[in-house]
């Protein structure tokens, strides 16, 4: 049903009265969950949007966070951005936050605003430590460091890797005097032991290695030794193929 104007409908709703409109709108999401429990994420939003109207903030909360999921798995950065903003204002879980946070900067970062991704990541980091969740930690630094390269915010990506001893600060921290260029032995000097703390590393993903060699190969093509370098992305293809990686291609 839709009214024919925006005037019929507000008298429609002073009529039925605050109390009503609130319950009508609960039953409304309350029926939508029941008739689309088969494909729910398709319909999140708009039950989101009901319980919202519905007074039931918590319950929108919940709808809001998978909406915004659902609409990144389709690249709707625009909406998804909306929906984790919707779920991250009521949800008080400080877990769930940061997942939000890394969903947000995510939507953020990948819709083209590097800058307010920072801060979705930040938020993330600085989250993830009050709790000592080291994996989500670690999740968040990279994500955040990705966003400062980006920028050309070397000097904070370098101060990010500085505060922690990881192999990915390590890499970070290369890959930022790297693309500043202005102390490539340095920036080789990380990427080095990048690779060797992920060679002492348990279960270290072999997408990271293969990551460090391209980019100590770029180091030493900014360098001019265009044989080391040749030999160092040979490295760096073969690691790549091992694991299957799309990016393969690109080395």
């Given amino acids: 049903y839709i009214f024919d104007h925006t005037l019929s409908m507000e008298v429609a709703y002073r009529e039925v009265g605050e109390m009503r409109h609130r319950l009508l709108h609960r039953r409304v999401a309350e ?41 990144a798995s389709l690249a709707a950065w625009k909406e998804a951005i909306t929906f984790y903003e919707q779920a991250l204002a009521t949800i008080d879980d400080k877990r769930k936050q940061i997942e939000i946070y890394l969903g947000l900067g995510n939507a953020q970062f990948t819709g083209g605003n590097a ?74 000097e990380h990427l080095q032991k990048a690779e060797a703390l992920h060679a002492s590393a348990d279960r270290a993903p072999r997408s990271t290695l293969s990551q460090i060699r391209f980019e100590r190969g770029s180091v030493a093509a900014q360098q001019g030794d265009l044989t080391r370098a040749v030999e160092i992305y040979k490295n760096a293809l073969a690691t790549a193929e091992e694991s299957s990686e799309a990016w393969a291609q690109q080395i």
């Fill in 31 to 71: 029926s939508l969950e029941a008739i689309h429990g088969d494909r729910i994420d398709s319909f999140a939003g708009l039950i989101a949007s009901h319980f919202t109207e519905g007074n039931a903030p918590h319950r929108a909360a919940l709808y809001a966070l998978r909406a915004a999921q659902h609409a």
């Fill in 115 to 188: 800058a307010q991704a920072v801060e979705s990541f930040r938020a993330a980091l600085t989250s993830a430590q009050s709790l000592n969740d080291a994996a989500r930690a670690s999740a968040a630094r990279q994500m955040l460091g990705q966003a400062l390269l980006l920028q050309g915010r070397y000097a904070e990506a370098i101060a990010l890797a500085q505060s922690s001893d990881s192999v990915e600060s390590e890499m970070l921290w290369g890959i930022a005097l790297s693309l500043e260029g202005a102390d490539l032995i340095g920036a080789d």
